[in-house]
């Protein structure tokens, strides 16, 4: 569920140490090793770390100024330190390339910690990237993704912003349809006019033919003076109409005229207007449905669907889960200045196996309200509304190195011990291949007790 990059640990001759790097090589992290801290920047340039995790109160002792030289390389730092976060992180440790994370340590706030970073590195990366080699997981600075299915409707919008063929985006609600559209516009010769958006679904059928086509002056009660509809104002530019699938039929096929002779009559004349207006058009149903039952007309979605894209729901690809929770978080705790640092690991497991009805609008709706509601720390499942705490969740189980050595900086004892315990079930549950009972015996539990164990901790077994 993470990107790939490296980190770096930086030897404080402490215990911690073994433990941090053996719990973040089992979440599937690539951790690199340095010989002596005189060659610290070396082993960053040259292994290209993304992520340095050091003890702040070890930093002076590599370099007086490491911040500083560790800004110029571009790693990400996580900080471990003492105290509160302001009162300790050194300017200019106060700025995006930190992460603080407090003593005594606590593995899932560090996963999550490490994983935004890991996110936000794949962001900065792309941003600082130029043309040929830029990072692929967002597209004109707003759509995210890093799924398969993301990465070729990134590619496909891109080839298609070059034609100025009739584009049909398709997808539930919330799965940005919007978003898309205004990338093919932005990625265009026509990104110097206007997108224009019209949402048929919102204005009443009356006024619309006369949105979308403007009207002359006395054609209606009310009509005081010429107006220019819709079309005239994206001429030469895109024009975006949402909720095709709510259009009624007559104007309909005033829509496939313009379509297909390029010109079109304001409402209350006879003469018709040329425009060149690149057409994108969205909906969140079934048009082939609402054509055979004919409340869509065939020809009009022949002459709509000639690129025709499908946006797939937020559940069928749950990898761009986290990466979009980073991308919410930090925006949203930039516009409250709050400092929320991330989602506890189980509450991220949570999220990622839910099924999201509203899509990516119901993620960032939820990350908005849990920052207004926390403004600092981690949120745990105990933050989250009901309806998120349902389903079983996947969760990883750390392996931790045989050391009942107390880290000088200490430990959060919870975390440790249900560490151990998560370690020696899923042991005991990957030698009997699954088998409960037997797992239950190596144990020597009983084999409800294993079960309500699994049960409590949310731990599901795959049983491969
Ligand atoms: N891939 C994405 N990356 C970042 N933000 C996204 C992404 N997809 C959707 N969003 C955000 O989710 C919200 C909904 O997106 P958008 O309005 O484009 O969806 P839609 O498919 O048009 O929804 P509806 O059918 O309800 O109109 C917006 O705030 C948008 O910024
Ligand atoms: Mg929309």
């Known amino acids: 569920m993470h990107p790939s990059g490296k980190i770096l640990i930086i030897d404080s001759g402490r215990k911690s140490r073994d433990l941090v790097s053996a719990f973040l090589t089992y979440q599937g992290y690539e951790i690199v090793h ?59 440790a106060n700025s995006e390339s930190f992460f603080f994370l407090p003593q005594p340590l606590n593995l899932d706030e560090l996963e999550s910690l490490v994983m935004r970073a890991s996110e936000s590195q794949a962001i900065r990366l792309f941003d600082t990237a130029d043309g040929a080699d830029r990072h692929p997981h967002i597209l004109c600075s707003s759509i995210i993704g890093k799924s398969a299915p993301m990465q070729s409707l990134f590619a496909m919008i891109e080839k298609i912003a070059e034609s100025t063929a009739t584009v049909l985006i398709q997808g539930e609600s919330g799965t940005g349809k919007e978003l898309a559209a205004r990338a093919i516009h932005q990625l265009s010769d026509r990104n110097a006019r206007n997108f224009v958006p019209v949402n048929c679904a919102a204005i009443p059928d009356d006024l619309l033919e006369s949105e979308l086509f403007g009207h002359v002056k006395g054609s209606f009660t009310g009509a005081y003076a010429n107006r220019a509809g819709r079309f005239e104002l994206a001429d030469k530019g895109t024009l975006f109409l949402d909720e095709i699938g709510d259009m009624k039929p007559n104007l ?13 009559e304001p409402v209350g004349s006879s003469k018709a207007q040329k425009v060149d ?19 869509f007309r065939e020809d009009l979605y022949y002459r709509l669907s000639v690129i025709p894209i499908t946006i797939p729901p937020l559940r069928e690809r ?23 640092k991330g989602f506890s690991r189980d509450a991220l497991d949570m999220l990622c196996n839910y099924n999201w009805p509203g899509n ?15 403004d600092a720390g981690f949120i745990t499942p105990d933050d989250l509304p009901e309806k998120y705490l349902t389903g079983k969740v996947q969760v990883a189980v750390p ?46 539990l009983k084999r409800t007790t294993l079960i309500e164990k699994l049960k409590k901790k949310n731990l599901v077994f795959s049983e491969e």
């Not at 050091?54 to 490491?66: G, K, M, P, Q, R």
């Not at 309909?252 to 079109?264: A, D, M, N, P």
């Open 360 to 374: 990516v609008r119901e993620l960032e709706n939820l990350v908005e309200r849990m920052v207004i509601l926390k």
């Open 252 to 264: 309909q096929v005033k829509i496939l005229r313009v379509l297909q002779s390029k010109e079109f």
């Open 277 to 295: 207006a690149r057409i994108i058009a969205a909906t969140n149903k079934d048009l082939e449905e609402l054509v055979v039952s004919k409340d």
């Open 399 to 444: 392996a931790l190195p045989a050391s009942d050595e107390l880290p000088e900086g200490g430990i959060c004892l919870n975390s440790a011990v249900d560490a151990f315990e998560n370690n020696l079930i899923q042991q005991a549950l990957t030698r009997t291949k699954g088998n409960k009972k037997e797992a239950a015996s190596l144990l020597n």
């Open 318 to 340: 749950r990898e761009d889960i986290s990466l979009l929770i980073h991308n919410f978080l930090t925006r949203f705790n930039s516009d409250r200045k709050h400092t929320v």
């Open 34 to 92: 340095h010989e002596n801290n005189a060659l610290i920047f070396d082993t960053i340039r040259n292994q290209r770390v993304e992520i340095v995790i050091a003890e702040l109160s070890h930093l002076h002792s590599i370099a007086s100024d490491f911040l500083e030289q560790a800004k110029t390389i571009n790693p990400l730092l996580v900080l471990i330190g003492y105290g509160s976060q302001d009162e300790k992180l050194p300017h200019p």
